[in-house]
């Protein structure tokens, strides 16, 4: 019998996000603030949107040039004041996207309250984090070429981040950028249920990463709307019982040995140290159009990489490729006041070889962006196909891009792969696509929409094993 979880959003979460509402009022891009109000854990989420990304072609500007068209980068005006003051007179405001779109896709706003070469820091940490506040100090344009900055991130679930780069915006011309960066990432409790897409909903736990990379990536804006890439980069990672003591220990439900009897219990890389070497490449068409009334248009993201371990005193050996596609298209229905939006996406992983995929690198289903009603990370596995439809109506219109919009949405999905025996019954199943059970949650949805980057949203979803409420500054997937 599903039940209903409880409102259990903390101050900071709603402190934050009403005061982004309150001091930002045209900002440059959409920041995700959720919770499943059923988890131990709030989430930060992306948001594919295009001026989502430090890295979106009409955010690139060389560091020379101190007045972009873009009002995402431009002083803008807030809380009723003259442009270029915030509403504390004489203070400008300044909101500009900070994050990549590889490796992986990260949502981090920028904030700037006067002093160009310090920036407030909004969001970093993917799903399951939490809202993440930090502090960037930054050369700005003061050193011709180069930007170097210094980031360093926290969320309410004391996640942390520590961040030193590089970013060169003109490699050749304009319209090609390149960015080196160092960085050390520690998330000490995100949610565990096992392997697999019958993974038991009564094993779960908790585990800690610590992440530390060397990355660097060379980027093209081809169009307006078209960018795309390459990367590559060294990563160590070590992986650890989790901090949060109110689950049994990860260590105590699983291991880390692959003799383990039985192997379904195996959890590969548990509690290992592991180096990689992994390079890939990327590409982004955003055709959206959010100027007036619900999003219009169509998005599409695409990325294909391989990964090698560079551990050579370990029984177990890892490397991978993966292939990422990820579109949406938005259907007007006889008005802009109503939309039928549509995403489809597939999360694809291969392992090389006999080598083995760690268990925190598998593709995921549950959470607000994979499947609502179903706990984040619900099911690991090597691959995803995801289905999400919402037929979207304007109730109340303010605005060409304000309004009261509610919502009906259905998510469905199945993960499946699974290469850790070639023998065992319960494993092999797990490896085969045509076996893997589809997982769906349905439910209602409320947003209001304040201009054409922000809104306040919230979702409730419903699958066969929970209930759950997500709260997010969003205009959905």
């Not at 072609?57 to 807030?78: G, K, V």
């Not at 706003?109 to 399951?128: A, R, Y």
């Not at 268990?359 to 607000?368: D, K, S, T, V």
């Amino acid at each position: 019998m599903p039940t209903v979880t409880r409102e259990c959003h903390t101050p900071l979460q709603l402190t934050v996000a009403l005061a982004l509402l309150v001091l930002i009022p045209t900002p440059g891009v959409a920041q995700t603030t959720e919770r499943s109000l059923g988890d131990a854990e709030p989430t930060t989420q992306n948001i594919l949107h295009p001026r989502t990304f430090l890295l979106t072609p009409r955010s690139i500007r060389p560091p020379s040039d101190p007045a972009p068209e873009d009002a995402s980068l431009a002083t803008i005006e807030a809380g009723g004041s003259v442009a270029g003051q915030s509403p504390v007179r004489g203070i400008p405001l300044t909101v500009k996207p900070a994050g990549r779109k590889a490796p992986r896709r990260q949502e981090l706003t920028s904030i700037n309250f006067g002093p160009k070469f310090v920036n407030v820091l909004f969001g970093g940490f993917e799903q399951g984090g939490g809202v993440g506040l930090g502090i960037e100090l930054t050369t700005a344009n003061k050193i011709p070429g180069i930007e170097f900055r210094a980031r360093a991130m926290t969320s309410i679930r004391l996640y942390r981040r520590f961040e030193l780069s590089a970013f060169l915006p003109k490699i050749g011309d304009d319209k090609t950028h390149a960015e080196v960066w160092f960085s050390y990432l520690r998330r000490t409790r995100d949610t565990f249920f096992g392997i697999g897409p019958r993974s038991s909903e009564g094993d779960r736990t908790n585990f800690d990463l610590e992440t530390r990379d060397a990355e660097a990536m060379l980027f093209r804006d081809f169009t307006p709307s078209f960018q795309a890439g390459v990367y590559l980069g060294r990563l160590s990672i070590s992986s650890y019982r989790g901090q949060f003591d109110d689950e049994p220990a990860i260590d105590v439900l699983f291991s880390g040995d692959p003799n383990v009897q039985p192997v379904t219990r195996w959890v590969p890389a548990l509690k290992e140290q592991l180096r990689f070497f992994a390079y890939g490449a990327f590409f982004e068409y955003d055709g959206r159009n959010d100027e007036s009334g619900l999003t219009r248009g169509g998005y599409i993201y695409g990325r294909l990489a391989s990964a090698d371990g560079l551990n050579n005193n370990i029984p177990t050996t890892y490397g991978w490729t993966e292939g990422q596609l990820d579109g949406r298209v938005y259907v007007p229905l006889g008005s802009r006041k109503t939309s039928f939006a549509l995403r489809a996406m597939a999360d694809l992983r291969s392992p090389k070889g006999g080598s083995q995929v760690p268990f925190y690198a598998n593709a995921f289903l549950g959470g607000r962006r994979f499947v609502r009603g179903f706990s984040n990370y619900r099911f690991r596995s090597h691959n995803l196909l995801l289905y999400s439809g919402e037929l979207r109506q304007t109730v109340f219109a303010l605005k060409e891009d304000r309004g009261v919009d509610i919502a009906f949405f259905g998510d469905v999905g199945k993960s499946w792969g699974d290469t850790r025996s070639k023998t065992n019954p319960a494993i092999t199943i797990n490896d085969k696509y045509g076996e893997a059970p589809w997982r769906a949650g349905y439910g209602p949805a409320i947003q209001f929409r304040y201009n054409k980057d922000l809104a306040v949203r919230i979702d409730w979803g419903h699958s066969p094993e929970r209930n759950a409420f997500y709260f997010s500054i969003s205009r959905g997937f």
